[in-house]
């Protein structure tokens, strides 16, 4: 069986893994406070952690036919659709790993940009 996504299709696909992402850290915390879990304060928490997920999703999206030759490549382009998924469930952890490497390739220590003295 061949499935054909759209950029719209996979991008929905992400931001399921996002929402899927954010009821497991919600169920957590509800669980923590004995079901008195605060919503607002945990969207203003985690507004920005959102934020970038939303855009690994996009850049991600945007992408897509890349993601798509690789997968290919090595005999898993089956697996595009769950990929997405997963990019939304990890976006903000993956953007993270990625912008650290980069940073440790240039020559950057820490997040506000210092270069490091080695």
Do not use: C, P
Not at 45 to 64: G, M, P, R, W
């Amino acid at each position: 069986m061949t499935t054909t996504y759209t950029r719209a299709t996979l991008f929905l696909l992400g931001l399921l893994g996002l929402l899927s992402h954010n009821f497991v850290e919600l169920n957590k915390q509800n669980r923590a406070t004995n079901g008195k879990l605060n919503l607002i304060m945990y969207f203003k928490l985690e507004v920005f952690s959102i934020a970038i997920s939303i855009t690994a999703d996009l850049v991600s999206t945007l992408l897509s036919d890349e993601i798509y030759k690789a997968l290919t490549k090595i005999g898993y382009e089956w697996l595009l659709g769950v990929s997405f998924f997963l990019i939304g469930y990890f976006g903000q952890s993956l953007l993270i790993f990625i912008v650290g490497k980069a940073n440790a390739a240039i020559g950057k220590s820490n997040d506000e940009g210092e270069v490091s003295k080695s």
